[in-house]
């Protein structure tokens, strides 16, 4: 079964800094995928960041970049340049692939930014 | 472009009742997942729906039962509540094309409270 880890259940950071969630991940697929969720209060989660098993390079989207490490098997995501409006949850997912054809999402357990002025 | 809609925000039951729980996916897409968020966790897999059919479930009892409509609408129904089942309720959409870059795009959830 696919895992995901984040060891990090709180991280601080200050306005306009560069900040670094961790994320590890178990699979035995050859092929697989990771996604990075925002979650503020509100409840819904909103995709930020996609990177695939075989992309040869880290994904990027805006300020969002993912540092991934195939060998580490770690998908770590840095946000630069940090804003108020980033403070909330974020949640590592990975894409297991089921035996119908489809796929489901397994989630680490996030980690809660908080972003101070 | 509409996003993913969930009805209602709130809800609160008593334990032994039933309850239901609507989502419309997102313009397009004709997937629909179900995700249960216990308190401080992250969410869990419940069941899928393609072509008004469930196609895979994660761990969850049979009280636990769906719908999906020709318009690609679903709902959620879960029967005998208990107070586990107390959480937030995401339904998710994507397109079924079965590839590995497939996103799942959320709705704002459904919270679920049971006395």
């Known amino acids: 079964a696919q895992k995901i880890t984040q060891t990090q259940p709180g991280m601080f950071v200050q306005e306009k800094e560069a900040v670094t969630l961790d994320c590890t991940y178990d699979?035995?697929?050859?092929?697989?995928?990771l996604f990075w969720y925002k979650q503020p209060s509100s409840g819904e989660m909103i995709f930020l960041i996609y990177?695939?098993?075989?992309?040869?390079q880290n994904a990027t989207e805006g300020r969002y970049s993912l540092n991934f490490q195939k060998a580490r098997k770690s998908a770590n995501l840095v946000i630069s340049a940090s804003q108020l409006g980033d403070s909330a949850m974020y949640f590592c997912a990975m894409r297991e692939a089921l035996n119908t054809g489809f796929q489901k999402l397994v989630f680490g357990t996030g980690t809660r930014l908080l972003v101070s002025p | 472009d509409a996003g993913v809609t969930q009805s209602p925000t709130h809800l609160i039951k008593t334990r032994g009742q039933q309850v239901t729980l609507r989502c419309s996916p997102k313009?397009?897409?004709?997937?629909v997942s179900w995700y249960q968020q216990a308190l401080g966790q992250g969410p869990q897999f419940i069941f899928q729906y393609y072509e008004e059919e469930e196609r895979q479930r994660g761990n969850f009892p049979d009280r636990f039962s769906g719908h999906q409509f020709p318009n690609y609408s679903s709902e959620l129904n879960v029967n005998a509540l208990w107070l586990g089942d107390s959480a937030l309720y995401l339904c998710?959409?994507?397109?079924?094309?079965?590839?590995?870059?497939?996103?799942?795009?959320f709705g704002p959830g459904t919270r679920l409270l049971v006395l």
């Open positions: 998710a959409s994507s397109l079924g094309t079965g590839l590995e870059s497939e996103t799942q795009y």
């Open positions: 990177q695939g098993s075989y992309d040869q």
């Open positions: 699979t035995s697929d050859p092929s697989y995928g």
């Open positions: 313009s397009g897409h004709d997937t």
